[in-house]
Structures are given as structure tokens and as C-alpha cells.
């Protein structure tokens, strides 16, 4: 069995330099976004997506070429990043580095820690594996649960995680254990 992380193609806020986070403003693809989930090179027998656009039309346009319906999970969103969303990302980098260097720490203005994160699509990517036991699955997200999902690192103890990079319509498989 095999988990096939994929992240979202190019977004509107991507280009601007605008962090997202879950906010609804964050919109969907651009042209190339569109393009590069349409170039992506995965395959599946279930596909499961997070619930913000930009991921979900990423999805729909890997199950058309696949066949499969695209169940929609919110536990694959991107980390909730309170003041930071719409932000440009240039400005609040030093505090983004310092969330992930600090994972207990909270972002200003509410939202959820790292470890909040990593225990959140932990869980998730547990409950569907138990669920799709034996399957291929697709799981379309963001950077931010992908790099929670694969670090060797434990943020629930408050050790730093590396913020490594994830492009858009990386792809990224894991076996089990590895992403659970």
C-alpha cells in the first residue's frame, strides 16, 4: 500500500507571495496551476482531497483522468494561520520560521501550532488508511500538512521541524507507517 501526498498545483496567492492558510480568499488555481495538476503523474484506486479549493480542483482534475470520485476530508487543510492569511509572505517570514522552529507556539491572532497540525493529519491520514486498507490512495493537500506528514521529527514534544520545501504539484509517496 502506498500514500501519494500531493500538493496542490499554483494558486493565485502562490503568485502574490500571499500566505493562505485555510482562508477563503486564498481562491483556486491559476492557468499553470490548472495546468500542472493536469501534467501530474499519479495514480490511485481512491482519491481524497482537502476541502479548500485549491486542492479540491487540483483533485477533480486528477479524477478525471483517473475515473475515481474525490472524497473530501477538512482534516487535509492547510494549517489555520490566524492574522498571517493574506498577509505577503515576505513580511511575516521570520514569524512563520519561528512556528515551525517553536511548533507549541500559536500563531498571532488564533490559528493552530505545528504539533496542532501534525496531530491533526496524523490522524487523519491513520483514519484513512484504516478506512481504505490495502489501497493506493491519492491524498491531494498543502506544504504544510505534507511536511508534518513526513518529518522524522515530533513537534507534539515542541522539537523544531524543518520547513522544507513541498512545490506546487509535488508528489511525494509514503508507505505506511511512514505518513500514520
Known sequence: MAVHLVRHGQSAWNVAGRVQG?????G??????RAQAAALDVTGTVLVS???PRARETAETIAARLGLP????????EQRLGAL???RFAEVQPVIDGLWAHPLRLPP??????????LRVRRTLGRLAARHAGEELVV???GGP??????????????????VAVGNAAVITVRPGAAV
Not at 485555510?22 to 486564498?26: D, G, K, L, M
Not at 491572532?109 to 501534525?118: F, I, K, P, W
Open 22 to 26: 485555510q482562508s477563503p480568499r486564498a
Open 28 to 33: 483556486s488555481l491559476t492557468a499553470a496551476g
Open 50 to 52: 482537502s476541502d479548500l
Open 70 to 77: 474525490v472524497l473530501v476530508d477538512a482534516g487535509l487543510r
Open 85 to 87: 492569511e493574506g498577509r
Open 109 to 118: 491572532g488564533g490559528g493552530e501550532s505545528v504539533a496542532d497540525l501534525h
Open 140 to 142: 491531494v493537500t498543502h
Open 146 to 163: 505534507i511536511r508534518v506528514a513526513t518529518t522524522g521529527v515530533d513537534p507534539v514534544s515542541g522539537s523544531a521541524v524543518p520547513r
